[in-house]
């Protein structure tokens, strides 16, 4: 490796047989490109997606109630269901060792919003102090609803970032301001940020206010939780299920609905659609691994092709160095260097070309589901090391038989 | 310089086996010009691979200069080549990317000679087949009998103990071929030991001594008055 006249005697033959070094260089350096574009792009994917579901905390979960389809022990179908607050307390008390968080949620309606002024058109929910977890709000400015706010009726409301901004733009900030709902002033006490500006559009009051205030009763509108973190990830998949289910079941006890009518009470959890998701992004990871290994298997086959029209092209050559007192390990070792040196040079220019190119372009990459496409560095390198290697075997074989091949065989005029 | 006592050579041709050579006896001295004659499919060229290692015989002994040439490996067969063998072919082989200088270095490389004077060796070698201001050419940029004085002066440039010509005249027209042929006899007349294959009348009486081959033997063998090439350039 180190013989400089080696070294002399190859960049000769690279510099007078241009076409051929560049071909053999394209496709080794392509093939490499093209894996580590997919590769990034796997990783895009499930970036994107992990990034998904860090909106909510990712073991929540949700009950939706909705209409019954199926009759049930004389009650006809098409009856709506509607959850009361016993509902989400028995349901805590039931279930107290599975959940971390929990909270009911009213949507107040037919009130109207108003700053001074100015007509607000932004929902109004009614929710526990533990929202906050369950929705993953962080407070930017002063705090969420507590406990002491629910026992007393505060009248007390949280805002969204995005509120802040289109309606508190005059004043240093939003704290201590009152908005008015339906003539009520509620103190405006804390303003928290979401991922989306979509659920930064609301206002949050306590539930206890909400049913008061609004006339709500006893009325709820759904139910979250969250769960305690798991050891792992299937434990906590396997936690949200068990949890789902009872949930469901109590439910449909409470409800008087038939357990397979899923429609009448949806409960809806985070871990197990992150599971689905998961899973899809492992296969779709699996599936670009697949191609760009088929990538690599062409660029070996294709890097292996070209050593053998290389090799036969050379024959003559071979004969005439040996003629010249070439021994067989010198020609085998020159093709050898060559190849390598070439696939070298060329793959790790198409690395460096690919990755600088995800490193560029990756993070401008706004599509829903893909982000920050990267690759890992020691993938890639590992890759580039496996196609010079694979390169070298596939170009060994026709140059040690070309060096076999008697002399007096090669220099025959065909 | 060269002696072969009862060489054999029979080629394999599916279930038949052609025996080419059939027992051949000679000897070479220092500093002789010899002629190779014969028929086409005489054994010719079989014979002038054999002495240069670039075949194998099946029978019989070979030394050259002092050294047995038996059942060499690959890459002793290589070394002796380089040592002791320059080679200069009908079609010339020369390494059509390499220009006319690197073509006459080539073997020094493979003799481990630094580059520089690698350089400088092929080029006094060059000089010495008139061929200097040649020397950056490729071989598609130069005639025939050029091309053949770039191999001559390739196969000098390792100072080997014997020249093998196998017709290096035949792809050249008559006066290319006197020239080629001055050549030979001036680095002859330094005391070079030459073997010429050739079909040629004319140029067999170039040399000093003509052997006749038929049908695998050698039939005649004499020694002759040289014409010399220089009159017909
Ligand atoms: N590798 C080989 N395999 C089979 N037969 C061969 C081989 N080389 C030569 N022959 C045969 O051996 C015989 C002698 O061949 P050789 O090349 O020595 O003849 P030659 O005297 O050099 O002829 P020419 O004057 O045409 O060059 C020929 O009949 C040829 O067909
Ligand atoms: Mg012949």
Redesign the pocket.
């Known amino acids: 490796m180190f013989d400089l006249e080696r070294w002399q005697e190859i960049f000769d033959t690279i510099r007078k047989n241009k076409l051929r070094t560049f071909l053999t260089g394209l496709s080794v350096a392509s093939g490499i490109f093209i894996l580590v574009i997919l590769l990034g792009f796997g990783q895009g994917m499930r970036n994107g997606i992990e990034h998904e579901f860090e909106q909510d905390a990712s073991t929540s979960v949700w009950v939706w109630p909705g209409v019954t389809s199926k009759e049930y022990k004389g009650l006809n179908p098409g009856r709506r269901i509607q959850l009361v607050n016993e509902n989400y307390t028995k349901a805590s008390t039931i279930f107290n060792d599975d959940i971390e968080y929990g909270s009911a949620r009213i949507f107040v309606r037919g009130v109207s919003v108003n700053y001074g002024k100015e007509a607000l058109i932004y929902g109004v929910q009614g929710v526990a102090s533990d929202f906050q977890f369950i929705e993953n709000a962080k407070m930017m400015e002063g705090r969420f609803i507590n406990y002491q706010d629910e026992a007393s009726n505060g009248k007390v409301a949280i805002i969204g970032n995005k509120i802040k901004k289109d309606v508190f733009g005059d004043v240093d900030t939003p704290i201590g301001e009152f908005i008015d709902i339906s003539g009520i002033p509620f103190k405006v006490i804390g303003v928290y940020k979401e991922m989306e500006d979509r659920e930064e559009e609301r206002i949050y009051i306590p539930i206890t206010t909400a049913q008061r205030t609004f006339n709500g009763g006893n009325r709820v509108n759904n139910l979250s939780f969250t769960l305690p973190p798991a050891e792992n990830f299937d434990k906590a998949v396997a936690q949200a299920v068990d949890f789902k289910n009872g949930l469901r079941e109590y439910l449909q006890q409470t409800h008087t609905i038939a357990p397979d009518d899923t429609g009448a009470i949806e409960v809806w959890s985070a871990m197990e659609e992150a599971k689905r998701y998961y899973g899809l992004t492992n296969n779709i990871k699996l599936f670009f691994w697949f191609v760009g290994v088929c990538t690599i298997i062409a660029g070996v086959v294709g890097v292996s092709n070209i050593m053998m029209i290389v090799v036969k092209e050379r024959t003559r050559e071979i004969g005439i160095r040996k003629a010249l007192g070439a021994k067989p390990w010198s020609i085998i070792a020159m093709i050898l260097h060559e190849a390598i040196f070439v696939t070298a040079i060329s793959g790790f220019g198409g690395l460096i070309f690919s990755m600088a190119l995800l490193e560029l372009v990756g993070p401008n990459i706004e599509v829903d589901y893909i982000m920050n496409p990267s690759v890992n560095f020691n993938v890639a390198f590992s890759t580039v090391i496996v196609l010079i290697v694979a390169g070298t075997l596939a170009g060994f074989v026709p140059a040690y038989r070309a060096a076999k091949v008697k002399v007096?065989?090669s220099l025959r005029d065909e | 310089m060269i002696e072969i006592k009862d060489l054999h050579k029979s080629?394999k041709?599916g279930s038949n086996v052609?025996h080419?050579l059939k027992g051949i006896n000679f000897k070479v001295e220092e500093g002789e010009l010899v002629a190779i004659m014969?028929?086409?499919?005489?054994?010719?060229?079989?014979?002038l691979n054999i002495l240069g290692m670039l075949d194998g015989a099946d029978s019989g002994e070979y030394t050259l200069d002092g050294v047995p040439i038996k059942n060499l490996s690959e890459t002793k067969a290589a070394q002796y080549r380089n040592k002791f063998l320059g080679f200069i072919f009908q079609s010339f082989n020369l390494i059509n990317y390499k220009s006319a200088l690197e073509n006459v270095a080539l073997p020094l490389y493979y003799q481990k000679v630094p580059r520089k004077e690698r350089q400088e060796k092929a080029m006094k070698y060059l000089e010495r087949v008139g061929l200097k201001p040649w020397a950056d050419h490729l071989p598609s940029e130069l005639s025939g009998g050029q091309k053949q004085r770039v191999a001559i002066a390739r196969a000098m440039a390792a100072e080997p103990k014997v020249l093998l010509a196998?017709?290096p005249t035949g792809a050249l027209d008559s006066t290319t071929s006197y020239e080629v042929m001055d050549l030979i006899q001036k680095i002859n007349d330094d005391g070079n030991t030459i073997l010429v294959?050739t079909?040629e009348e004319d140029i067999a009486h170039m040399c000093k001594r003509i052997v006749h081959?038929k049908d695998g033997i050698i039939v005649e063998d004499k020694k002759i008055e040289q014409v010399r090439a220089e009159q017909y350039v």
């Not at chain 2, 014969?38 to 014979?47: H, Y």
């Open positions: 007096i065989e | 080629y041709m052609l080419v014969g028929s086409s499919g005489s054994g010719k060229s079989t014979l196998d017709e294959v079909h081959l």
